[in-house]
């Protein structure tokens, strides 16, 4: 038996893939995040599993529940909100178990940048505006390096997904005002997928107070960049004087 670290997607229960759903189905033993999985995405879970919110748990807590249950040979499934790779402290709970010897698989699931950005019916790569996808947070309670600083990626003026950081909007975009201009398009989208999302399109110069209006304190993707204006370059993939693998150019 395996431990299935599995993304459940950033809040719409038909936003699991396949895979992760089928596992907690089938699973003897669930541990989920509970302070932002949708409770949603477990219901379809065996009657007699044993369920875990892993909200009020240390890591060693996780750790036991998933050793013990591997020793009686159980199936575990642990199930991370969006994809577990991002802010998922899923790497801490691997090592582990690959020093104890307890076989382990991970199951991606739906970023809630992605989310963010289909729900505002957005592109991140526009030609000619970026070609590029920063995500990142900004320092707050844990550090960030200081060769991340937001100083230091808003030079790129890439299309940037900041987690985790809505809470400090303000200093946020002082921030990022040392290299975006004060008119880049900035979104702020709470909840993305859930029912009760909130969606807040703005500028830097005018989205914090948005966003204080709209009490949006956390749960918040904030999207900023060109991507969001309406000027770019048509796709050469798309183009018919451009050919490429699978189409000829009609004018060759
Ligand atoms: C600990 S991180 C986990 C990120 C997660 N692994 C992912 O791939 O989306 C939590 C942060 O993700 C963002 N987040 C998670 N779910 C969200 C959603 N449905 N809508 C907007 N932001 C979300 C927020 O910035 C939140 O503070």
Redesign the pocket.
């Known amino acids: 038996m395996k431990v299935y670290f599995i993304?459940a997607g950033?809040?719409d229960p038909e936003l699991i893939t396949l895979k992760g759903a089928k596992k907690i189905a089938e699973a003897d033993i669930i541990i989920y995040?509970g302070s932002?999985v949708n409770k949603e995405v477990i219901e379809k879970r065996k009657k007699e599993a044993e369920v875990y919110n892993s909200a009020s748990m240390t890591l060693d807590e996780v750790i036991e529940v998933m050793e013990k249950g591997i020793k009686k040979g159980k199936l575990i499934a642990r199930v991370?909100?969006?994809?577990?790779?991002?802010?998922?402290?899923i790497r801490e709970q691997m090592d582990i178990l690959e020093e104890k010897g307890i076989e382990y698989e991970v199951i991606p699931?739906?970023?809630?940048?992605?989310?963010?950005a289909a729900?505002i019916k957005k592109e991140f790569t526009l030609p000619g505006v970026s070609q590029t996808i920063i995500l990142t947070?900004m320092e707050g309670r844990t550090p960030v390096p200081e060769k991340e600083s937001i100083e230091a990626l808003a030079k790129h003026r890439a299309t940037m997904c900041?987690?985790?950081?809505?809470h400090m909007i303000q200093k946020l975009v002082d921030r990022l005002l040392t290299s975006y201009s004060p008119d880049t398009p900035i979104a702020v989208?709470?909840?993305?997928?859930?029912k009760d999302?909130k969606i807040v399109m703005g500028t830097l110069e005018n989205i914090a107070d948005k966003v204080e209006k709209a009490e949006i304190k956390?749960?918040?993707?904030?999207l900023v960049g060109d991507f969001l204006g309406d000027k770019y370059e048509l796709s050469k993939l798309y183009d018919k004087n451009f050919s490429h693998e699978y189409r000829k150019a009609k004018n060759e």
């Not at 989208?189 to 859930?194: E, N």
């Not at 956390?218 to 904030?222: D, G, L």
């Open positions: 993304g950033p809040g995040a932002l991370h909100t969006g994809d577990p790779s991002i802010y998922g402290a699931g739906v970023s809630s940048f992605l989310a963010a729900s947070r900041l987690f985790l950081s809505v989208i709470q909840k993305a997928s859930w999302e956390k749960t918040a993707q904030i």
